[in-house]
Nanobody, 120 residues
């Protein structure tokens, strides 16, 4: 069974930093696009950052210059480095990956979510 497991959320003061990780496990042939989404209370889930297997990235405007997405293709891990955090970054963060398993069809998987709270 292929799954995504996230880690790294928590409570941080405004201006602080956090690093989220999301590891894919199982019988995986390859992983195509990976990304991080977030959902704040009372709001719709939004794409925060995405990265292709070759390393091309894109970001929502509100995090440009503060967040950085990266991936380790050998370990099937995607990271989100979050700097200069603001209270409005408070949300549950979810990773998403397009996974091609060794057997079976391609899957779009979501992690379980990790809570990031930015507050003094």
């Amino acid at each position: 069974q292929v799954q995504l497991v996230e880690s790294g959320g928590g409570l941080v003061q405004p201006g602080g930093s956090l690093r989220l990780s999301c590891a894919a496990s199982g019988s995986i042939l390859r992983i195509d696009d990976m990304g991080w989404h977030r959902q704040a209370p009372g709001k719709e889930r939004e794409l925060v950052a995405a990265i292709t297997p070759g390393g091309t990235t894109n970001y929502v405007d509100s995090v440009k210059g503060r967040f950085a997405i990266s991936r380790d293709n050998a370990k099937n891990i995607v990271y989100l480095q979050m700097n200069s955090l603001k209270p409005e970054d408070t949300a549950v963060y979810y990773c998403k990956a397009a996974v091609v398993p060794k057997i079976g069809r391609s899957l779009e998987l979501w992690g379980q979510g990790t809570l990031v709270t930015v507050s003094s």
